[in-house]
């Protein structure tokens, strides 16, 4: 009789197991563990200073890992160069300084295309299907462009590349309600059109909530919480953010020296 063996599971599109990391000699991630699997939208709350723009300069590269490993599927990517990590399909949107604002936004995408540029026009293509707004601005300057337009942009410039993971930071922020319509919208086709899992920090709950498969909280540098989102309890998360809870550390445990991220 034939016997069939199961399938195994693919692995995290990423992984941080106890990773610590932070900016010199100040330590800002406290032994994070956590995993973004694929075809997922993982969100990551916390309060301000609670490291999670730091979890995403981490992954990105942009830090200093003091301790633990860093995987992209099973390749451990913990000593590789934030160009390697792009190349290996790393996409990485920052809140801020996210585009080119001397360049055209035809320019913009082509700077996104630069790893890629065999397939700089089918990328084109699919970048203004997804935002069609920034195919009436093609000619413009990006320093021109209202805010929406440049987070547009700034997301449009990452897919360019033709990541396999994608990073946001806080793409609502400074948003009118109708532009985070457009752009929290978009974030749902990438993953479900695209098959992208994203990785998205984000300080607009609700609006995080309504997009996201699970959730991660972030707690002076520590992931306190990692859930589905059916699972959340906003009075839950309300006393993780106010009481700053981490849970028990080892009496005889220093804590790290610290910045706000």
Sequence with gaps: MSTTLPTASAPPSLRLQAVTAGYGPLTILDDVTLELRPDEILLVLGANGSGKSTLLKTI????????????KGTADITGWAPHRRAAAGIGYVPQNANVFSGLSVRDNLGMGAYLQPARRAAAQTAVLDLFPRLGERLGATAGALSGGERRMLSIALTLMSDPSVLLLDEPSSDLAPA????VFAAIQRIRRERGIPVLLVEQNVARGLAIA??????????????????????DHLHALFLNG?????????????????
């Design 213 to 234: 498969d699970r959730v991660v909280v972030m707690v002076r540098g520590q992931a306190v919480a990692d859930m589905p989102v059916g699972a959340v309890e906003r």
């Design 179 to 182: 532009m985070i319509d457009i």
């Design 60 to 71: 990105m590269g942009l830090t200093a890992i003091g301790g633990g490993r860093l995987y």
């Design 245 to 261: 809870s981490v849970g028990a550390r080892r009496p005889d445990a220093p804590h790290p020296q610290r910045r706000r991220q």
